[in-house]
Structures are given as C-alpha cells and as structure tokens.
C-alpha cells in the first residue's frame, strides 16, 4: 500500500491494520528461564548471537535462527551477575520486551514459561494454557485510579484459531515477582479471576503494549497452587516433564503460525 499522497504518515491504525494482513516474519520469544528456553534452542537449532544485540554489560542472551519463513529469535534474561541464577520477574521481562522490539521489530512476541495453576479453576499439572488476560496482583494503590493502573489489566492479542487448532486451555494469568502467595496476593489474584500465576507475562505485555506489538502468552503449569504440595517442591518435581510439554505445544503453534497473517491467528 503506497503512503497518502499529501504527504503525510500512515496512522498507528493503519500500520497495524496493515500488518495484519502480511505473513509473519519475525517472532520474539521471551522465556525466563534457561532450562525453560534449551529444548527450543535444540529444537530450531538456534544459535546464540557472538556480538550481542544488546547494550554491553547486559547478561541478555538472544539465540536465533529460521524455521519455514519465519526468522526466531529467543531471548533469555541470562543469569544474575552476582547471585548466578536466571533473571526471573517482571524488572528483566519488560527490560528484555522493550530491548527486544527496539532491535528487532518483531511482528509477534511470544512469552513462554511456566506458571502455578489454580485447580479449582480448572488447572492440571502439566497443561499449556494460551492466556487470554493479564493482569498484576502485587501492585497494590488504594487511590483511585492508580489502583486500576497497579492491576494493568490487559487483553491478550486474540487468536481464536490457534486455540481452537492446537486445543489448548484458556485462562487468565496474574503475574507478580514472588514464587509463593501472600494473602494479599491471594485476595488480588481472585480479584484478577486468574487460572494460572507466573513472574513475568503483565510485564511483557506492559513493554510490548506500549508499542502495539501483539503478543501472546503459553503457560505450562508446573505446581497447583491451590494443591497440597508445598509450590518449590512440586515446581522442581514437574520442571523437566513440563517444559518438554511447552516445547511441543511451542513447536506446534509455530506451525500453525507458519506462513500465516496475524489476522488468521
Ligand atoms: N512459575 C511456576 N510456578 C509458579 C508459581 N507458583 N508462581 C509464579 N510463577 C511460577
């Protein structure tokens, strides 16, 4: 489509409705943890970058390659430079989104992970969840209006086909920067009407919104946080089956994906 010919610039409307009829090209997945993001590393074969994208002294790892059309890049929030262990939360899922899209332009993100399920909401161990919300449950304000701005409620680019393809579970994600749940996060978490928590996926969505890049959210469940198990050991109990159940539905929708516009999702 050929620019206005006053002069002026497409509007942010127009550019995305544009973009949603072009094939996906470039898709960034954002995954915290390492052990989260090898097996599609492996999968895809994806090399990670000698001459980081990435400002110098970032511990950012981006790993990347093609699969059918599709240029992926994977971008992990490396370890803590003092502690040693992944960069989880929301501080480096959004520093990573907002890199991300500053270097790449990606047409879609992809935030995949892992999550605590609540099985009176349906949950099992083991299942992926596509989300269909996120919102924040450890940003309390109790003004108004910065209460609503400390939830960051916020819907989900929405792919109706994907889900219905791959039949995977919807739900919506709470995200907060804590493993457990203090009861505060309890009350805001029913509040949210969440299925599933996680440390990272408001966060990216915050960074990707403010930039209009769609987004999507796949969730395996690794504890019930409703359950009896206490949540550490049943996360490093199911860890290693539930990532090798995120890499196949991961290798799934990027499939389905393949060749297709954003509007077909
Ligand atoms: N990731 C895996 N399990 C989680 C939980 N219970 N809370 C937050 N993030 C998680």
């Given at each position: 489509?050929?620019?206005?010919e006053?002069?002026?610039?497409f509007t942010e ?5 544009e ?5 996906i090209?470039?898709i960034?997945?954002v995954?915290?943890m ?7 590393v ?5 090399t ?21 059309d ?5 971008i ?9 262990v ?8 959004s520093l990573v ?10 047409d ?21 969840f596509?989300v269909?919300?996120v ?19 916020r ?16 739900g ?8 457990d749940m ?6 805001s978490?029913?509040a949210?009407?969440?299925?599933i ?8 969505a915050?960074?990707?919104?403010l ?10 469940v690794?504890?019930?946080?409703d359950?009896?198990?206490?949540t550490?050991?049943?996360?490093i109990?199911n ?16 499939d ?10």
């Amino acid at each position: 489509m050929a620019p206005p010919e006053d002069g002026t610039e497409f509007t942010e409307e127009v550019k995305a409705a544009e973009a949603e009829k072009k094939p996906i090209s470039t898709i960034v997945f954002v995954i915290a943890m390492q052990s989260e993001a090898l097996p599609l590393v492996n999968r895809f074969q994806l090399t990670e970058d000698p001459d980081s994208l990435f400002p110098k002294g970032c511990p950012w790892v981006r790993y990347h390659g093609t699969y059918e059309d599709l240029h992926i890049n994977l971008i992990w929030p490396g370890k803590d430079p003092v502690w040693g262990v992944d960069n989880v939360g929301t501080i480096s899922a959004s520093l990573v989104t907002y890199a991300s899209i500053q270097a790449l332009k990606p047409d879609l993100i992809v935030n995949a992970g892992t999550c605590g399920g609540f099985k009176a909401k349906g949950a099992c161990i083991r299942d992926v969840f596509l989300v269909s919300e996120v919102a924040f449950h450890d940003r309390r304000i109790p003004i108004p209006v910065f209460d609503q701005y400390g939830v960051g409620a916020r819907r989900t680019c929405s792919t109706p086909n994907l889900l219905q393809k791959l039949n995977l579970k919807s739900g919506k994600l709470s995200t907060g920067d804590s493993l457990d749940m203090s009861p505060q996060d309890e009350a805001s978490i029913i509040a949210n009407d969440a299925t599933i928590k996680d440390m990272e996926g408001a966060a990216v969505a915050y960074a990707a919104g403010l930039f209009s890049v769609p987004t999507i959210f796949v969730k395996a469940v690794t504890d019930l946080v409703d359950g009896d198990k206490p949540t550490t050991e049943e996360f490093i109990e199911n860890l290693g089956a539930v990532t090798a159940a995120l890499d196949q539905t991961l290798a799934n929708i990027m499939d389905f994906i393949s060749g297709k516009c954003l509007s077909e999702l």
